[in-house]
């Protein structure tokens, strides 16, 4: 833990939110409506040879109409992914479940994974990073200067490579990758974190310093770094619903 962190505990509130839930429950069957229309359309017309599906409201699966898609889904070989690539196609199932959930609030776009001017593979740089993290369960080293620290990896940012990473299980310093959104790193500078508050700008050593006090967060509680992860997430958006409403006093769990 950074000097920095030390001392700065879990806010109560997350102490009580995170007590009161489950890991199966909460994290694994944390679910998003998908538009698996608009995502094989999108990936179609962008020239990749894969298809998402998802489950209707009889478990079945689909890969038309609006499904959905749980966090458990996501991992290599997921039934819901039909792909000639296979880390590729998690990737944009990951991609399709964090614009579609309804705490999340990221755009809805199709990653822009092609390297321009490479005309044999113009998918070979994102594939090979892709695969080692799943091969190797770590996030490989930058080619070439990289003042992030982040392997090349184009049309994918910080977020959408964190969630990826956990999906893949990719672990750093022992611990296990996470999920980072903006409104959760927003809630962390508002409990007084002191930190880069855009997650844009995090550099791969940044990310750790999160890691570790998610980890840290959890071990005081007594939960998993998932929960505390979306104890945060859910705390900013309770916040703009406080602000939007004109409340003022706290909420209970939040």
Known sequence: MHLLDEGFAPPEACVL???????????LDDSAHVDLDWWNHHLREVGHEVVLHGRDLDGRIVDRGTAVVQRNDLQLGSAL???????LGLLFLCAAWRSAHRDRRA?????????????????????????RCVKDKRIPEPSGDSWSGWPDMP???????????????VRRGGVRAQ???QHGVSTLIHEGWLEEPSVSGFTLR???????????????????????????VQRWNARVREARSGAHAEPTLF
């Open 17 to 27: 939110w995170c007590r009161a839930r489950a890991y199966p429950l909460h994290v």
């Open 81 to 87: 992914v039909e792909s000639d690539h296979d880390a």
């Open 107 to 131: 755009s809805r776009r199709v990653p822009d994974v092609f390297t321009p001017l490479v005309e044999q593979n113009p998918l070979a740089r994102i594939q090979q990073v892709l695969d």
């Open 155 to 169: 049309g994918v940012g910080v977020s959408l490579m964190a969630l990826f990473l956990w999906a893949a299980g």
């Open 179 to 181: 999920l980072i959104d």
């Open 206 to 232: 940044r990310y750790d310093r999160y890691l570790q006090l998610l980890d840290a967060w959890s071990q005081r509680v007594g939960t998993d770094p998932e929960l505390i992860e979306m104890w945060l």
